[in-house]
Nanobody, 127 residues
Framework: EVQLVESGGGLVQPGGSLRLSCVVT????????LAWFRQTPEKDREGVAA???????VYGNSVKGRFTISTDFAKATLYLEMSRLEPEDTGVYYC?????????????????????WGQGTQVTVSS
């Protein structure tokens, strides 16, 4: 069974940085999709960044150049490094996972493509 547990959220000032972590268990190292999504009460769940087991990485347009997704399988952890944070980045951030059985250069940023989800961690960007 795949399980995900996020951590690292908090309150940060505009322009600041934050790193989110997601411990992932039960996922094959040879075939996976991992992603970060965020959600606010006003918006649908939005894809932030995704990474595949074959090295493909995709970012949402609003975070390109500011956020970095990465994995450390020695620690079974997915990361999201966030810099130059803006108030519009505020929301609950979720990590998501799915098994993948083929190459993926463009992992999806659609929430319906993922079956496994963490519980979410709140990020608030405010002065």
């Amino acid at each position: 069974e795949v399980q995900l547990v996020e951590s690292g959220g908090g309150l940060v000032q505009p322009g600041g940085s934050l790193r989110l972590s997601c411990v992932v268990t039960g996922l094959s190292r040879s075939g996976y999709l991992l992603a970060w999504f965020r959600q606010t009460p006003e918006k649908d769940r939005e894809g932030v960044a995704a990474i595949s087991g074959t090295g493909g990485i995709v970012y949402g347009n609003s975070v390109k150049g500011r956020f970095t997704i990465s994995t450390d399988f020695a620690k079974a952890t997915l990361y999201l490094e966030m810099s130059r944070l803006e108030p519009e980045d505020t929301g609950v951030y979720y990590c998501a996972a799915e098994h993948s059985y083929g190459p993926s250069n463009y992992p999806p940023l659609r929430p319906d493509k993922y079956n496994y989800w963490g519980q979410g961690t709140q990020v608030t960007v405010s002065s």
